[in-house]
């Protein structure tokens, strides 16, 4: 029983910190993850504070399905498909390059490195973080394709780089070096394994939601998929992690069709909820760890810590920095070709801005940690808590150094928020009106009751909403605001009446959340519209 009570304190403890540095993270107007991870490592030198060892067992069961799956879930198909090209070149090309710059530049720069713990090292901190760039990106208006290239790249790479550790670690345990025969197959069935797993757990959950119509059960449904999808992946000896993106990117596309209105906004909501939940928790445990992993090296003083953690960061920086430029243009050339279709030229702030989203997270950490404590021959792994200790200060580093220093980049190139009103959604929002508008003019032909004035009051404001899009700065535009502002104002009315009445004794609680339920309903409906 104590054990429960020790494990309810510390989950209550963690819940805490995360709605307190929450809280920190909107006051200081900074990316939370960078705050969670900076309070998480001031926690951990405030004695009386409980030491949490982080299991990769963990993160990669428990953390990572749920936190792919939702990244997957806000990726468009549509936009991923275009950028495939730049996507593989990050997710593919630059890992395999994090990878042979590390392996070629560790034995001269920590002593005791030779080329194949360099190969670990390189494999470990090769996966970018999939929230904390893209959290800053859309924070302050990044150009959109640049925030779905990053989105796509920290989809793919934690795959690619697993991958990577899987070989660099089996050249060091097992001392067996793969052919290129080997390591093609492998890969081809991780993927293609992982891929079709993922549209297949997908397929099914399709077919089941179609026929469910019960929130609670689908938002059961919503959180259950992405571990079925990872944990049938890797029982199949294929990469879970591709398995859970596929898996969220077939259902993304599918969520309009089989979710109901009402199921589908408790869905985001849930999803918005666990998703701040399980990266706050992370990233706090992250910072907690550095206690734990000084403690492992007792050769290693304060200095040569900053010391080595800040010169295998700048490492990174620039094996990044150098693949992306190439790396761009070469993507560039190759989209060209294969779509035959001549493309907007590259943009040199942009790749820059992209070069400099190097950020490492939960999951390199957790790899780091996986590794074997010995070989096969039963001798200790090699600098084991040098490469731990090394990915918890590159995971320092990149993500509060880069985190920083990444807004005032992008206003001091020019990138912020300088694509303007999104033109896309302007155009949907018109063709979607002037549908409403025919359908009711065609509806009021077909009615035979007599009923015109309901058509004409429902059709007069849709027209006056389709004035407002087709002039964004008129005098309709005006009106429509105004005719907003009002119905905002209405709305607030109704509620603060219907608690009057709760409080008078004339209704109940249950009309009360009933009459409330819709005005929100209402509200969000009014204030989630661009004109809003």
Not at 83 to 90: A, D, G, K, P
Request: glycine fraction near 8%; aromatic fraction near 10%; proline fraction near 5%.
């Amino acid at each position: 029983m104590s054990e429960i009570h020790a494990v309810e304190t510390v989950f209550l403890l963690l819940l805490f910190f995360v709605v307190l540095f929450g809280i920190f993270a909107r006051k200081l107007s900074m990316p939370y993850p960078i705050v969670m991870l900076l309070g998480g490592l001031a926690l951990s030198f405030v004695p009386g504070i409980p030491r949490i060892t982080l299991n990769p067992d963990l993160i990669f069961l428990i953390f990572l399905p749920p936190l792919l799956y939702s990244a997957a879930w806000s990726t468009s198909i549509r936009d991923f498909r275009a950028n495939i090209f730049q996507i593989s070149m990050l997710a593919f090309g630059l890992v395999g390059f994090t990878v042979v710059g590390v392996a070629l530049a560790a034995p001269y720069v920590f002593p005791g490195f030779d080329w194949r713990l360099g190969l670990v090292l390189g494999a470990v901190v090769a996966p970018t973080d999939a929230i904390a760039a893209t959290a800053i990106a859309r924070r302050i208006g990044l150009p959109e394709r640049v925030v779905d290239i990053l989105e796509g790249e920290s989809l793919i790479n934690d795959a690619t780089g697993l991958l990577a550790l899987e070989f660099a670690t089996g050249i060091l345990v097992r001392e067996h070096i793969p052919t290129f025969t080997d390591g093609f197959f492998t890969l081809l069935w991780l993927t293609a394994g992982g891929i079709a797993v993922g549209l297949i757990i997908g397929w099914i959950n399709d077919w089941v939601e179609r026929r469910v119509e019960d929130s609670a059960i689908e938002i059961t449904l919503s959180i259950l998929v992405p571990y079925v999808a990872y944990l049938a992946a890797e029982a199949i000896h294929a990469s879970g992690v591709l398995a859970v993106v596929a898996c969220g990117l077939f259902l993304t596309g599918r969520s309009a069709q089989f979710f109901s209105a009402a199921t589908r906004m408790k869905v985001w909501s849930v999803w918005e909820s666990l998703t701040f939940i399980l990266n706050g928790v992370v990233f706090v445990l992250i910072g907690l760890q550095f206690p734990i992993i000084r403690s492992s090296i007792h050769e290693y003083g304060i200095r040569k810590i900053l010391t080595d953690g800040a010169l295998f960061s700048l490492l990174l920086i620039l094996l990044r920095l150098a693949w992306v430029y190439p790396g761009a243009h070469l993507a560039h050339w190759m989209q060209s070709k294969m779509s035959k279709r001549i493309f907007p030229p590259i943009r040199l702030r942009q790749v820059f801005v992209v070069g400099w989203t190097g950020m490492r997270g939960v999951v390199s950490l957790a790899a780091a940690l996986a590794l074997p404590a010995v070989l096969r021959n039963g001798q200790p792994f090699p600098h084991r808590n040098a490469i731990v200790l090394l990915t918890f200060c590159v995971i320092l580093v990149t993500l509060v150094a880069q985190g920083l220093t990444l807004p005032p980049l992008i206003r001091w190139l020019g990138l912020a928020g300088q694509e303007g009103p999104n033109c896309e959604e302007l155009e949907a929002r018109r063709i979607v009106t002037s549908a409403a508008v025919a359908h009711l003019e065609e509806a009021k032909a077909r009615d035979s009751l007599g009923k015109e004035e309901v058509y004409d009051d429902l059709t007069h404001h849709y027209r006056h909403r389709l004035e407002s899009l087709h002039d964004a700065e008129g005098e309709a535009a005006q009106l429509h605001s105004h005719f907003l502002e009002l119905s905002l104002e209405t709305i607030q009315v109704e509620r603060e009446t219907a608690i009057r009445l709760r409080n008078e004794g004339r209704i109940n609680d249950a009309v009360l959340r009933r009459i409330v339920r819709e005005l929100d309903l209402n509200e969000a409906r009014l204030t989630q519209s661009p004109e809003g």
